[in-house]
Structures are given as structure tokens and as C-alpha cells.
């Protein structure tokens, strides 16, 4: 199906555990983005790509790494998870017109 | 960089009420100002957005303002619907990638 999606849409892990979250798009747009929903804190950017092979950090870059090989996947891994990890993770994508299309979100518990 | 406040944190109207949520930001070189709802269980979808060159913008029931010299702008639903009981996201950004988001409203219509 055409769009943005998101693996696994829940997941619970244990700290310490690497853990990765997947993303794919259908429209070939150039950026992709990667956000966390925490209560109080509304949408923090935690990632974005304008390209393949090309990444930058967000507001909340420390605990995590993302990758851009192919335009269509920008995965998120948490190398060793901790319990503040817990959260709401989306990914959405923007063709470079300003508007981001996100997905259905990924809920992530770390015991 | 670009800080966005947003006001209120929840808002109760009655159905067919208007509501107005409130936004400013920090960044006086910021040219895009969307807006984003979310429902319950799902991502973020833009509703109305405005570019620093125009002060009002509407689409049916819901409109923007913006006011450049006080850095703020404002959401506007008029007539609202009990469709309308949401979260919505102001946002702002200065160039066609990374957008910096507010940290909400839950907005309840009342029957």
C-alpha cells in the first residue's frame, strides 16, 4: 500500500537491549524525519534526513542512531535502551514542500 | 533556535462554540506556520498552514491569523463538531525541512 509505515507499532524491551524502529515510504520524498511524543512535551525531533547518506541531528539526538541507505527506509536504532526511552515514536516524510505526513506511530515500553 | 509556546494545554468548548488556540515563536526568521491534529491512536495530520507573507488564511470552519511583528498565531475553529475533539499542534519553521512543534492542546467539545 502507498504511504508512510511504521514496525512494529508496539514493542517492549528491557534497558540495555538495542532495539530498532522501522519506517518506509512509498513517495520517494527526499526528507524523513523522526520524532517522539512524550506527555508535557508534545513532537521533539529526534532525527531528520534530506537525502540518502544524508542524516542531522534533532533536539534529541543523544541515545540514538539512524541510518538513510535507500530513500524509502530511515530506521531508528536505540543501541542500549533506557526506561526515559519510553515513549511514542513517529516517522513522517516531506516531498520538501514544508508539509510532513506522518505515520501511524510506534509505542515503545522499556522495562 | 526556534522555541514555539502554545496556549492553552486543554480547551473545552461547547459544540457549536468557536475555539481559538494561541501560538508564539522565538524565531523572527521563521516563514511557515502549520498546524497538525492528531486523533486518538493516530499521527499527526496538517490542517491549514500560512506563510510569513500573508496574515489570514481560511478553509471552511477553521482559520489562521498570523502577526508577524508579535511573532504569535492563532487557530481559529468555528461552528465546532464533536469531529473536531482533538490535539492540535502549532508549528514553525524557517526552510523546507525541519519544523519545530508546540507541545499541544487537547481540545474536547462538549455535547
Known amino acids: 500500500d502507498a504511504g508512510i509505515t511504521q514496525s512494529p507499532r508496539y514493542k517492549i524491551t528491557e534497558t540495555g537491549r538495542q532495539v530498532t524502529l522501522m519506517c518506509h515510504q512509498t513517495?520517494?520524498?527526499?526528507?524523513m524525519f523522526w520524532y517522539r511524543q512524550d506527555l508535557g512535551h508534545g513532537l521533539r525531533l529526534i532525527y531528520y534526513?534530506?537525502?540518502?547518506?544524508?542524516?542531522d541531528k534533532g533536539e534529541v539526538p543523544d541515545g540514538y542512531v539512524v541510518s538513510r541507505s535507500k530513500t524509502e527506509n530511515f530506521p531508528l536504532t536505540l543501541e542500549s535502551a533506557t526506561r526515559s526511552q519510553t515513549s511514542v515514536y513517529f516517522c513522517?516524510?516531506?516531498?520538501?514542500?514544508?508539509?510532513?505526513?506522518f505515520g501511524p506511530g510506534t509505542r515503545l515500553t522499556v522495562l | 533556535g526556534e522555541n514555539v509556546e502554545q496556549h492553552p494545554s486543554t480547551l473545552s468548548v461547547q459544540e457549536g462554540d468557536s475555539a481559538v488556540i494561541k501560538c508564539t515563536y522565538s524565531?523572527?526568521?521563521?516563514?511557515?506556520f502549520p498546524w497538525y491534529k492528531q486523533e486518538l491512536g493516530k499521527g499527526p495530520q496538517l490542517i491549514i498552514d500560512?506563510?510569513?507573507?500573508?496574515g489570514e488564511k481560511k478553509d471552511q470552519r477553521i482559520a489562521v491569523t498570523l502577526n508577524k511583528t508579535a511573532k504569535h498565531f492563532s487557530l481559529h475553529i468555528t461552528e465546532t463538531q464533536p469531529e473536531d475533539s482533538a490535539v492540535y499542534f502549532c508549528?514553525?519553521?524557517?526552510?523546507?525541512?525541519?519544523?519545530?512543534f508546540g507541545k499541544g492542546t487537547r481540545l474536547h467539545i462538549l455535547p
Open positions: 508549528a514553525a519553521s524557517k526552510r523546507d525541512d525541519k519544523i519545530i
Open positions: 513517495w520517494s520524498h527526499s526528507y
Open positions: 500560512i506563510r510569513s507573507n500573508v
Open positions: 534526513s534530506a537525502a540518502a547518506d544524508i542524516t
Open positions: 513522517a516524510s516531506s516531498g520538501g514542500g514544508n508539509e510532513q505526513f
Open positions: 524565531d523572527s526568521a521563521s516563514n511557515y
